[in-house]
């Protein structure tokens, strides 16, 4: 078992996640099939268990006593116990198919140890800062009163906890136009994301493209929001014109739990590597 009350929550949210929308994207390869084609190459479980193994102060995954490997055919090393474990569950889940889109944290630990872009941990923050003008919570609707109103209700307090944990101010659009961000914004911001080690810090970037928000995938990484509470601010928009004109029912649990899943594992990459990085400070005499 996880240690720690919130990473075992965001474990148990990702596994439940992660298997809803396995189920529900095993199923339809299997139906498309009879068309000819696939929407993505998948394999044939070619394992019959999974287990961790400890290499000094790395961990390991291990099928069938087979080191898991990168893309590039590096061996996958993490850096804690917990994280292997649930590497190792997120293979072990695999049933006859190997569902490669729903595996968040090995696709995540592969990007950071292959680096595939030969991106920077500059190069991310960089990213994320312009990011930030399209975030989605900074633009609320101009026409519609009762979608601006519900905005006000649920995106505003998330916005004053982010202008109060970061000391900064920020505007919102009411249009298209992206509303400006200062420079004392960004370097308050800057600090905050350099502060991550590139692990970490790729793993934020991921969060925050699911939830196309930089705020939200913050508000998680400093639990004030959990996965399915940030999803649902995400989803806000799309959620109001669901209950006016109808939702199709498998299509946007679909959506729900893939969104979840990304940002349950994100936020597990991510503490996994701020407290190793604790860790290791307190060791330094």
């Known amino acids: 078992m996880i240690p720690g009350a919130f990473m075992y929550s965001v474990y148990k949210t990702l596994t439940k996640s992660s298997q809803s929308f396995s189920n529900l994207i095993v199923l339809r390869p299997q139906k498309l099939k009879t068309n000819g084609w696939r929407p993505y190459a998948t394999h044939k479980r070619f394992f019959r268990r999974t287990d961790i193994v400890q290499n000094d102060d790395k961990w390991e995954i291990t099928l069938d006593h087979r080191r898991l490997k990168t893309p590039n055919g590096q061996i996958l090393k993490v850096g804690n116990e917990y994280l292997a474990r649930a590497i190792a569950a997120e293979w072990d889940a695999q049933k006859e198919i190997i569902a490669q889109p729903t595996m968040h944290l090995t696709a995540l630990c592969n990007t ?55 000391g900064v101010k920020q505007e919102i659009s009411r249009g298209l136009e992206p509303p400006p961000v200062t420079n004392e914004t960004r370097a308050v911001l800057a600090r905050h994301f350099l502060s991550y080690d590139f692990t970490a810090l790729n793993a934020l970037c991921f969060g925050v493209e699911a939830l196309k928000s930089p705020i939200l995938m913050i508000a998680c990484t400093d639990r004030y929001l959990e996965p399915k509470e940030a999803v649902l601010l995400a989803r806000l928009e799309e959620e109001y014109q669901l209950m006016r004109w109808g939702r199709v029912q498998w299509a946007h649990e679909l959506n729900q739990a893939e969104l979840t899943s990304r940002v349950a594992a994100a936020l597990l990459v991510i503490q996994s590597s701020t407290e190793k990085h604790s860790a290791t400070t307190k060791k330094k005499p």
């Open 112 to 166: 950071a140890l292959d680096n595939p872009g030969k991106l920077t941990s500059h190069d991310i923050t960089s990213y994320l800062l312009d990011y930030l003008s399209t975030d989605t919570l900074l633009f609320h609707s101009e026409d519609e009163k009762d979608l601006r109103a519900l905005q006000e209700k649920k995106w505003g307090p998330v916005l004053d906890w982010f202008q109060e944990r970061f």
